[in-house]
């Protein structure tokens, strides 16, 4: 089987700050890979390089495109990286404010990818729009309001739908679940799992949050000051940590 | 008269200014940065539109202005005034009789020719600054033709108002290539924007010159099933009785009273003299 | 089906001056299809550890666990994933599900996994719970909130909600009452009898003498309690 994405020693520093270093794996169609580490470790800085968001300064993220197959998108063209980003990837972030547009309704915010793909039917755009709105659990009545009158898990199951709408292949979340209550949490987890599974899609998931990475992602990358220091299994990982850094880790969760 | 230059600029900020005009005329709807100059007005007063007339008059041209569709507003007559100071140039109210018009909100009703050149003062250049603060943002997504948020845009006025509530500035697709702000024109006039004299657009404060080559295929934006409407006054005019031109409403009174007549003074006017030219018949 | 062969393990606690725990050596150990092994030995002497090796929770410090190809001492995660979800299945102790998911999905989750439609799985679902005796009206609710035995009984409804031809039980009758422990006696005879190849852990000797075809006691597998 083709990886849908193989990253190769990708590496970035933010001067003599090491932001990540060498790293390598492959993610296949369906999987959902979580990155955890402690604040500072280089995940997000991982994250961003991959998604094209921050210049890598070396390594190699070769995409399979559905037209021309493998590519390496970081010599990629940029506007078709950036097409890319708007159609076959998605990228959910930690403060749905980075991701909405707080000054357009939510239909409005779900259809900009329609429309910057060329859709040009107002009632279908619309019709879409409120198929998703449905589908992250927004009750109908809401998709004229603007997301700033939404809560918090709202908007971040808003921010899903308008990332999801293009039906994506490969998905970005840092921390999609940080910021929320408990009881929000859950619900999002339920429904992320679920739209995974339907939608069959890849997921590289950062978070910090080890209880999310249980129940969303199939396998575990853990890093440490830039550097990948163990991956695997999820359960395997959690369960039978074989790095230090990993034990240290998985003992300091605290257990209610 | 002597004591200014030829239309008050120097000739290298004229030639810098005519060379960002150039480019302008040779990428349709691209918005080419040029190092506005300060002028003695006010920004928002015309200094970009002032800059371009400068840059493009000669001696022998004949100027009007208009503001709102008239000539004889103040915004109008201190421009008129300007050039008329600075350049020695003779000014007009007649569309016909101009070789340049300088227009602030209106394009004139009569049909332009490709002799003459309309020169527009715009405020805000950039049609995606409503939604996209950045401008290395939005410069990039001109670049990329990445015009979707222009659509969100009109989606969200459908959304708000059941039909697309945009009645001035409404975006243009310029050659099927750059989406470009018409200046606070009304929508009404956006099918003149097709015309065979030269379009110019000059924003001062934002430092941009942009242009519409003659014939250049000016196409409004819209949804399939939300086409663009130019929409039409449901009176005709009331001093020439006018039915397809752009009209304003003026109270006549504080009892509720009031009229409409057309926006162009100089259309109203042609018309209205050539009807007493008819009746003298 | 399944063949353990040489297979060890040590933990070696990083963060507690690298001390290394040798908790296995030379497990072998073979299981056909169709057939119940019961593994026994005193607590501690790693009768889970085998059965989390085995399932791949686990990683195998060496040897090889072969199962329907795959050795999961050595395969990539989405091998292993790909064999739990289709052919080896695992009734732990404890139920691990996201809150707020009602058990009737819960328990139709394995066979979702595989394709099966979906209104099947439900069917399939329904019928196991009622098999196990869990009231309808909780079937909308979230497992997270049911007593200890419930939690048990949903757990092993999902571990046989899909047939799979290996399966790894762990206590499955601890915490229940006569008639359900009955029950899921039933339904172990009813995989061996399709043919299925089980490891199991019963505390619960009764049970262990009616399901199980062999024993193997794992003490001989464990450093320095071998004899």
Known sequence: MTPLLSVRNLSKSYGAQLGCNAVSFDLFPGEVMGIVGESGSGKSTLLNCIAGHIAQDRGQVVYDTRADGPRDTVTMPEPERRMLGRTDWAFVHQNPRDGLRMNVSAGGNVGERLMAVGARNYGDIRDTAQDWLGRVEIAAGRIDDRPSTFSGGMQQRLQIARNLVTAPRLVFMDEPTGGLDVSVQARLLDMLRELVREMGLSVILVTHDLAVVRLLAHRLMVMKSGEVVETGLTDQVLDDPQHAYTQLLVSSVLHV | MSDYNFAYLDEQTKRMIRRAILKGLAVPGYQVPFASREMPMPYGWGTGGVQVTAACLTPDDTVKVIDQGADDTTNAVSIRKFFEKTAGVATTTSTAAADLIQTRHRIPEEPLREDQILVYQVPIPEPLRFLEPRETETRKMHSLEEYGLMHVKLYEDIARHGHIATSYAYPVMVEDRYVMDPSPIPKFDNPKLESAAIQLFGAGREQRIYALPPHTRVVSLDFDDHPFDPSRADHPCALCGAEGSYLDEVITDDRGGRMFVCSDTDFCETRRDAAKDEVAA | ?227
């Open chain 3, 1 to 227: 089906m399944i063949e353990i062969e040489n297979l060890c393990k040590s933990f070696i606690l990083h963060n507690q001056g690298g001390t290394e725990i040798p908790v296995m050596a030379g497990a072998s150990l073979r299981v056909e299809p169709g057939e119940c092994v019961a593994l026994t030995g005193q607590s501690g002497a790693g009768k889970s550890t085998l059965m989390r090796m085995i399932y791949g929770n686990y990683l195998a410090g060496g040897g090889a666990i072969r199962i329907a190809g795959v050795d999961v001492a050595t395969a990539a995660p989405r091998e292993i994933l790909e064999l739990r979800r289709t052919t080896l299945g695992h009734v732990s102790q404890f139920l691990r599900v996201v809150p707020r998911v009602p058990t009737l999905n819960v328990v139709a989750e394995p066979l979702l996994a595989v394709g099966e439609p979906r209104e099947r799985a439900m069917a399939r679902a329904a019928e196991l719970l009622t098999r196990l005796r869990i009231p309808e009206h909780l079937w909308g609710l979230s497992p997270t909130t049911f007593s200890g035995g419930e939690q048990q009984r949903v757990n092993i409804a999902r571990g046989f909600a899909f047939a799979y031809p290996a399966l790894l039980l762990d206590e499955p009758t601890a915490s229940l009452d006569a008639q359900n422990r009955d029950t899921v006696l039933t339904l172990i005879e009813e995989a061996k009898a399709r043919g299925a190849a089980i490891i199991g852990i019963f505390h619960d000797i009764g049970a262990r003498d009616r399901v199980a075809d062999r024993e193997v006691d794992v003490t001989a597998f464990t450093p320095g309690l071998a004899a």
